[in-house]
């Protein structure tokens, strides 16, 4: 889809970039970047999150290791998003106030305090004629990368994000069709033939050419499936869960669990 | 802060708008609004949202009175954001997977996307000349919410959307400055001084220009403070878990609770 409209435009237009020229950033570029995270809503002003800039060339490598060596890290800057309580907590501290954010109200409004932040630096950096990836790896391997990174309790990484000059310009990937990601009024089921619809359109156009028999739609859904399924997401939980426990975010029992930094 | 980029532009000036003027968007402004959502970053293909336009008047003064009769919600659209881990099981029982995303893996991924997908939003609205503004009340209150919108077990509501046209014109809220909220190669604390510091530029100019006395300190800090205490995240945590119980999504030993629809 174009637009004549520039925002739009940066919007409709981005796709991950996962080849990287080797140009490091400018350093004011980068500051403008942040700059456009920082301007993102933050529940209750809270400002929930962190964001932390990986210069040193040894961390880098080591969470290039740990994230299961991504090609996005390569040539580019690499920043790790934090859901952060930590800081707000010792700002209550401060002022005696009782802190009051835990639980899972902690891990989602962290989370998305974190994600429009890092939404805001992708579509920036897109204006600005910038590539971006966010990697998972880092909250897949969120133990390792605190580790690695020397996080205090309060403190847990979630995403990575690559951000550079593109070497590559990847096309928009498919999405769901609109229809069937926006309801109205209510919640609607998608019916089997519905799904069978949407796989073929969200396939790569190679297999959407297929056709339309059993087998086709199946084998256009095998990507998809083999994505949302398999050990990689029960591994990940298992991590997610060490790491939570470790950064003293578990919210068990009502609110945190171990690793408190009072 | 200002840009000649309009993307920077549209970001860094975006403010949000609580005071609409009533007119309705064309359908084809929705439809593009809701097409940059879509073309946000989604988790490992997996779509993990759905996004429900309120358009019943009937719902709409549910919903407003749900939420605490926010002034965002008179004379705008609004539309409610929800983690949506249902519609990819349906697929992935379709096609004979078995499903793997739970626990905390899906609250935190079905969070991310559904946030990128609202900032992707909210930053193409900025760039159209339009407003919104983030109803926390639709998470605050999301038990509430599901019923009032009939929402099945695998969907959380989470986060409500009001857009529309301004009549106001609000400045870009302070925020923590960029110092504190970047790291770089691992975390530091904030001294308590830098703490006071941070307090009094968050702080609006009215306070700001008092100076820096303790009492001068604590008075900024307060409006802040009161915002990350207080019963309103305990009650919240309550009706939170209690939706996450309801919806079939509480991450509890190691999977979802009731209300599996399988």
């Known amino acids: 889809m174009s637009s004549d409209n520039p925002v739009l435009a940066a919007i409709l237009n981005r796709a991950s970039v996962r080849l990287f020229s080797g140009r490091a950033l400018e350093p004011e570029t980068l500051e403008t970047l942040l700059a456009a995270a920082l301007r993102a809503p933050t529940t209750a002003m809270g400002h929930f999150y962190s964001i932390i800039v990986v210069a040193d060339p040894g961390l880098k490598a080591a969470l290039h290791q740990a994230c299961g060596r991504q090609r996005a890290m390569n040539g580019s800057e690499f920043l790790v998003l934090c859901i952060d309580l930590r800081r707000s907590d010792l700002w209550a501290e401060r002022f005696g106030a009782r802190r009051r954010m835990t639980g899972y109200t902690a891990l989602i409004y962290g989370t998305i305090d974190m994600t429009a932040a890092a939404?805001?630096?992708?579509?920036?950096?897109?204006?600005?004629?910038?590539?971006?990836?966010?990697?998972?790896?880092?909250?897949?391997?969120?133990?390792?990368?605190?580790?690695?990174?020397?996080?205090?309790?309060?403190?847990?990484?979630?995403?990575?994000?690559?951000?550079?000059?593109?070497?590559?310009?990847?096309?928009?990937?498919?999405?769901?069709?609109?229809?069937?990601?926006?309801?109205?009024?209510?919640?609607?089921?998608?019916?089997?033939?519905?799904?069978?619809?949407?796989v073929l359109e969200l396939a790569?156009?190679?297999?959407?050419?297929?056709?339309?028999?059993?087998?086709?739609?199946?084998?256009?859904?095998?990507?998809?499936?083999?994505?949302?399924?398999?050990?990689?997401?029960?591994?990940?939980?298992?991590?997610?869960?060490?790491?939570?426990?470790?950064?003293?975010?578990?919210?068990?029992?009502?609110?945190?669990?171990?690793?408190?930094?009072?």
Chains 1, 2 share one sequence.
Do not use: K
């Open 119 to 198: 939404e805001n630096l992708v579509i920036a950096a897109a204006g600005l004629g910038l590539g971006t990836c966010y990697i998972g790896g880092i909250g897949h391997n969120a133990a390792r990368v605190c580790r690695i990174l020397a996080l205090p309790p309060g403190v847990l990484p979630v995403v990575g994000l690559a951000v550079g000059y593109p070497a590559e310009s990847p096309a928009p990937r498919p999405r769901i069709p609109l229809r069937f990601m926006v309801h109205r009024d209510g919640y609607r089921d998608m019916t089997a033939q519905e799904i069978d619809a949407a």
């Open 204 to 262: 790569r156009p190679s297999r959407r050419d297929a056709g339309g028999t059993a087998d086709d739609v199946l084998a256009a859904a095998r990507p998809y499936i083999s994505m949302i399924e398999g050990p990689f997401w029960e591994r990940g939980e298992e991590h997610l869960r060490a790491a939570l426990a470790g950064q003293g975010l578990a919210p068990v029992d009502g609110g945190r669990g171990g690793g408190e930094h009072e």
